[in-house]
């Protein structure tokens, strides 16, 4: 055991100086274009055989896993987002979106592509206890940051053989994510945030097939469909699909309306990282079954839950099934 420990804290030291030396963790663009150079992660090996429990730093099955998805045009479509149990949306620089995957349930084999973490999630994900977060990289000052945020931070560097790069994609369109290689099981839905309840939809709501939700540079359309039972997402005018051609579809979408300030941090172009207030309270829309509901939302402190609730403070179900959290500006 003691020779095993010594070889463990080997291989971490080695990793770490690696790290050190490419130091290329930086936050970056989502406009689809070449990457800049504070948002290139470091080359990534093809994956390694998964190591055994025993032997490796495998994360807490009791924590979500939390994934930073590339939304670019170039990103699309998507692998293992239909798998998630919560998907929320964030407008990033030049008011553009990202997307983070929450899994709880079910891990899918492959989830990409993975992009670079923000500020703002650090907040976010506190209602998850200590998740397990993967990311390609972030801005210097904020590493820091995440370093000392109650999450578990799992970058490339950190988990050699966890990442790899997809060779028909151009970077950094192609970084992707072996789950397993982060947790050795989905932790169950007992790991979502409490204030996410499922049930039978509350009183009254509003006929609504069709809403829209714009970013200054970016669309989503969320459709009803009898078929499906389920909303169809659109995104900049073009449907959805993951790369084995399922369309994604939630059974809830929630449009949450947050507050967006300038935060201090900038993109490679000069372009502000907006940071999105998550503690609070404020307005949301809850679709469900074809149906809208005007409701509120409440999070008093970065350690609670959010909790969605109607004008009588009664909480509201969402339907069984994936969530979107759209987060939009007030």
């Not at 291989?11 to 274009?33: D, E, H, Q, S, Y």
């Not at 950190?158 to 997809?166: D, S």
């Not at 950094?172 to 996410?196: I, T, V």
Request: net charge positive; aromatic share 6%; with cysteine.
């Amino acid at each position: 055991m003691e020779r095993r420990a010594r070889v463990r804290r080997a291989a971490r030291t080695a990793v770490l100086l690696a790290a050190a030396m490419t130091a290329v963790l930086t936050a970056g663009c989502t406009n689809g274009g070449g990457p800049p150079p504070d948002d290139r992660p470091p080359p990534v090996p093809e994956p390694e055989p998964v190591p055994s429990p025993e032997d490796s730093d495998i994360g807490d099955v009791g924590s979500v896993l939390a994934v930073k998805i590339d939304n670019a045009r170039r990103a699309r479509p998507h692998t293992g987002l239909g798998e998630a149990d919560i998907v929320y949306v964030e407008q990033v620089e030049g008011g553009l979106s990202r997307l983070m995957a929450v899994y709880a349930t079910r891990l899918p084999e492959t989830v990409g592509p993975v992009r670079s973490a923000r500020e703002s999630d650090l907040e976010l994900l506190r209602q998850f206890g200590r998740p397990t977060l993967a990311f390609s990289g972030a801005q210097r000052k904020l590493l820091p940051l995440i370093d000392r945020a109650p999450l578990r931070a799992e970058p490339p560097d950190r988990t050699p053989g966890a990442y790899y790069r997809a060779k028909e994609r151009p970077a950094p369109h192609n970084l992707y994510l072996r789950p397993l290689r982060l947790l050795p099981s989905a932790p169950g839905p007992d790991a979502l945030a409490p204030g996410f309840t499922y049930g039978a939809p509350p009183a009254g709501g509003t006929a609504e097939t069709t809403r829209t939700v714009r970013y200054p540079a970016a669309r989503f359309t969320f459709t009803w469909s009898e078929d499906h039972d389920r909303y169809l997402v659109a995104m900049d005018g073009t449907a959805m699909v993951t790369t084995d051609g399922a369309r994604v579809a939630p059974a809830t979408v929630v449009v949450q309306y947050v507050r967006l300030r300038p935060s201090e941090y900038f993109d490679s172009r000069g372009n502000n990282t907006p940071y999105t207030e998550t503690v609070g309270s404020g307005k949301a829309t809850v679709l469900r079954d074809g149906r809208a509901y005007d409701v509120h939302w409440k999070r008093a402190s970065a350690d609670d839950d959010t909790r969605f609730t109607t004008e009588r403070g009664a909480p509201v179900n969402f339907a069984t099934g994936q969530v979107w959290v759209v987060l939009a500006k007030a």
